[in-house]
């Protein structure tokens, strides 16, 4: 993000990948792979004088979500992306948004420590608290996952995220909102569906705050003919990639609902331009994560608490996915919220 008023512009003195290996809490399936543990992909920037700035890349082991993964990201990072910071010229790289994002974290992270200065209060922040939320993999069986909501329910989480896809979607959805009727509870298909499967009419009437990419991310004509058909609001995840396809699922009415990811629009300063416009056109926006640790989720948070952010989220606390976080663990304070709060220090493991 170009420096706000009160922030230097700093280039980098170096630019280094980080890469850790993080085990999971237990392993997360979705529609498009799972995985079995946090490859961590880190970008670091430091200065001459001993400031150090952080930037964490979302994507997966597998490109599965989209099309980035970690030793991809990695080698676009090395081979592209990281001299061309270095050097102050744009790297001209079509895609790897992921990789992209953690370069501008990295750097904008840098800035602020030359200045002194904390993410959420420069960013803007309006709350000290964001409503955390967990998303839930596809489990074993449906008591397995009733059991595994049971125990986020306990946590103290009032959002859950179930992710479905055919051949698992009514039965376990309707298994959880039977044990919890008042409990926020959405669904996230990844784009599994297509347009006329009868599992997203089946899911339509289960009470859900919504249905989260029910279709592939290029199909916004037929997310909108979807988001026409069900009462339930559609919300975009993987088809929203920039302000241009938020304008096109926009004007075709493709999305009732946005997922916000900055891992996935490429930084922050397009996940704000984006956010802007989604709040302009009033469409309702969430801010979601990536398997982030600490460092990913500073800022994920940082940007839940904007003004236009207007819908709990799946951020969760860091145990949810980890015994040891890489930064101060986000803990879930007893009102089912995250603190808002600058990330602190970086240890490896
Ligand atoms: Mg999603």
Known sequence: MGPRPGLPDVRPAALDVVRTTLP???PFATATGTEA????????ARDRDGHEG?????ALSHPGYTGEWVDG???VLRGFLLPAALEGRPASVTGHPMASAAVAAAVLDLRLAVAGRDLPSWLGAVRDRVPAGVAVGVAASVDALVSEVAGHVAAGYQRVKLKVRPGWDVEPVRAVRATWPDLSLGVDANGSYREGDVGLARLDGLGLAEIEQPLPADDLVGSAAVARRLATPVCLDESVTSLGTLEAALALGALDHLNLKPARVGGLEPAVAVLDRAAAAGVPVWVGGMLATGVGKAVDVALAALPGVTLPGDLPASRRWFERDLTEPWELLPDGTLPVRPRGPVTLP
């Open 37 to 44: 543990v946090r490859e961590v992909l880190l970008v670091r």
């Open 24 to 26: 999971l809490v237990a």
């Open 54 to 58: 952080w930037g964490e890349c979302g």
């Open 73 to 75: 990201a990695e080698a």
